[in-house]
C-alpha cells in the first residue's frame, strides 16, 4: 500500500460523546477512568508518609483530613473506582495470559478465581497486619 | 511519542495495574474507612512511624505508589485522546501525562527516602 495513506486520512469526525450511546462504550470509559481513583489514593499515601514525618502533630492533622466529610466522600469515590478497576483487571488477566496445562489452555475461570482469592488473602492479611502492628 | 517507547509505558502501566488492584483498596478501606469511622482505634504515632520507617515498607509501598501514577499516566492518556478525540495532541497529551507522573514519583521518593 502507498506508504502517504496515513491513518489519518480514514479518521471519521466524531462527537466527543461518542462513547455515551452504548453501554460498552461508557463500562470502558469508566474503567479508564479509575486510574484516576488510583492515583488519587496514591497521594493519600504519599501524604501519609509527608505528615508522619512532621511528628506526632502531622499525623494528627492527617487523622483530621482523612476525618474530613469532604475527604469521605472523595474516599468513597475512590474506593468503588478501585473496586471496579481491581475486578475488571483481574477479570481481564485471563485473556492476557494463557496459561497451558498439558495441551488444553488453563479455563479462564481457574486463572480469574486464583486471582480473585489472591486479592482477598492479601487484603485481609494486610488489613489484619496493620490492626496488629500499629 | 516514538513507537519503540511504548512497550516501556506499557510494562510500567501493566505493574501499576497489578499493584493497585491487589494493594490499593485494601489501604484506603483501613486509612479511608476504618480509622475515620472509629471501626478500629486509631493506630498510635509510635507504632505507624516505626512501621514507616522499616525499608522493605518504604520499598514496597514506594513500589505501589510510583507505579500507580504510570499506571494512571498511560490509561489517563489514551481516555484523552479516545474519549475527547484529541489525537491531534497525542504528543503533547502523552509528554504531560508521563511528565506528572514522573514528577510525583520523584516528589514521592523524595517525601519517603529523605523526609
Known sequence: MDKSVNKQYYRKDMSIFWWTRKWTHIRFILRELTSLSVAFFALEIVLLFFSVSRGPEGYQTFVAVI?????????????????????????LAPKAMVIKV???PLPA????????MG??????????FLTENT | MKRRAEPFWWSLFGAGGVMSAMF???LLLFFGFAVPFGWIDVPAYEGLRTLLDMF??????????????????HRFRFTLYEGLQLHRFSRTIAFLCYGIAILLSVFACYVMFVL
Open chain 2, 56 to 73: 522493605l515498607v518504604k520499598l514496597l509501598l514506594f513500589a505501589i505508589v510510583a507505579l500507580s501514577f504510570f499506571h494512571w499516566a
Open chain 2, 24 to 26: 490499593l483498596p485494601v
Open chain 1, 102 to 104: 498439558g495441551k488444553r
Open chain 1, 109 to 116: 475461570i481457574v486463572i480469574a478465581g486464583s486471582n480473585y
Open chain 1, 67 to 91: 476525618s474530613n466529610p469532604i475527604l469521605i466522600i472523595l474516599n468513597f469515590i475512590a474506593f468503588v473506582g478501585l473496586i471496579f478497576h481491581s475486578v475488571t483487571w483481574f477479570d
Open chain 1, 119 to 128: 486479592w482477598i488473602v492479601v487484603s485481609v492479611l494486610i488489613f489484619w
